[in-house]
């Protein structure tokens, strides 16, 4: 299956999970930023969070929701700002990553910031486009 069907596909979970990444980083789209209510994985409290709905690079819908935990939410105010209305229409890489929850370590996917575009460039060999859509 191509990695933009994995992205596109339906899942049983409606929130994004890093193996819909397969192992590499993936350009989106943010679509939507809404607050949603949770509760505490520690407290059971409820709390709110950021969601973002999400398309891939190309405009094919993802069906799942990606949660801004603390860390996603403060990685991506450092460079989109603290204002989430004003992340919709940017764009985002996705990268997979690890970190510890509940004791063990899992598979996170994590927001990081695109690189520019390299406009000194005369060619362009396609290489990145595999790993970046």
């Known amino acids: ?7 596109t596909a339906k899942v049983d979970s409606k929130w994004f999970d890093a193996t819909l990444l397969k192992g590499k980083p993936r350009l989106v789209n943010v679509v939507d930023v809404n607050e949603e209510d949770f509760k505490d994985f520690k407290t059971g409290n409820p709390e709110k969070k950021l969601v973002l709905t999400l398309t891939t690079s190309a405009g094919e819908p993802i ?32 990268s997979p990553a690890d ?23 005369d060619s362009n060999s396609g290489d990145d486009e595999e790993e970046l859509f």
């Open 1 to 7: 299956m191509p990695v933009a069907d994995a992205l």
């Open 63 to 94: 069906q799942q929701r990606l949660i801004l935990n603390p860390t996603r939410k403060k990685t991506m105010i450092r460079f989109l700002g603290n204002k989430p209305a004003r992340w919709v229409g940017r764009q985002v890489v996705l």
């Open 99 to 121: 970190t510890t929850f509940g004791g063990q370590t899992v598979d996170i996917a994590m927001p990081v910031q695109p690189e520019p575009a390299d406009d000194n460039s």
